[in-house]
């Protein structure tokens, strides 16, 4: 009896063991992309009024783990008993990923173009406008999030495939999970930025005091950059998956440094979107009239 407790336990040890090593693999090799990932859903979770930023993180979190719970278990039927879909879908959730960040930057361009919009709005429009724009960020960010969750449960699947299944499962779930904790963590972080510089300046210290001034002057600074910033992971995140998924494109820019390369990829395959999901939309549209 006591023989097969401690046997059990030298099981549970080895099992262990072999998760650690594998989950060092996996995390190296999903951190380009959890980085990534990093900037596209802070950029997608700020911006919001100051007393909304958190409930909506909330929302957008909930929404994350959901993704990886709906994601997780069809990754690994999948790579069980058709791995050859895998790659087709990393490479439609990279041509969503690339004409959202084509779209960003075509929409910063038409802001430039036009300073000053209509500003007669009553209070009443204009509050539920905010409303509408809140619930449309908040699906948009869990979508985005459910596209670059796909990316790193197949990456980090592809690092243990030649593991037993029960160390995949522990292994994958494990990273998608810390995915969302840390990603969403370090956001929470930045938008409460103000209220650490605030708790600073009420310190008898003039360090304490100077560092509080530099987090509520940088927190634009920071909101801003995000956004920049998000928009520039998207292009490289779905030119990624293009540039080493399709052997023609990876040819194609050979010539190219790989950050460069997947850029370019990704700038050129959301210019090709763009106005075919455009014209989708528009047909969607009028058939619901």
Known sequence: MAAGFFAVLDDISVLMDDV???????????????????????????????????????KISLGSLLNKAIILP???????????????ILLAGGGYLAY???????????????????SHNSSHEAEDKATLSEEEKVKSAIFVDFILSIEIVIIAL?????????????VVSGV???????????????????????????????VAKTAGKLLIQ???????????????ALLLVSGGIFHH?????????????????????????????????GLFGKVKAMLVK
């Open 218 to 232: 940088g927190l634009p600074i920071v909101i801003k950059s995000l956004s920049v910033v998000g928009t520039i």
């Open 158 to 170: 592809s690092t243990v495939t030649e593991a037993p299944l029960l160390n995949q499962i522990i």
């Open 20 to 58: 650690l090593t594998i989950s060092k693999v996996a995390t190296k090799k999903t951190s380009g992309i959890l980085g990534d990932d990093l900037a596209v859903n802070a950029e997608k979770a700020t911006g919001f009024i100051s007393s909304r930023e958190l409930p909506i993180l909330w």
């Open 245 to 277: 998924n399709l052997d023609f494109i990876h040819h194609f820019f050979e010539w190219a440094p790989s950050m460069l390369g997947d850029l370019l990829s990704g700038i050129i395959a959301g210019l090709i979107l763009f106005p075919v999901i």
């Open 74 to 88: 069809i990754t690994f039927l999948l790579s069980y008993f058709a791995p050859q879909l895998i790659t087709y």
């Open 176 to 206: 998608a999970l810390l995915a969302t904790i840390g990603v969403y963590g370090i956001v929470a972080l930045i938008v409460r930025m103000d209220d650490f510089g605030m708790v600073l300046l009420e310190r008898d210290n003039n």
């Open 100 to 118: 959202e960040g084509v779209e960003k930057v075509i929409h910063y361009g038409q802001k430039l173009l036009s300073k000053n919009g209509n």
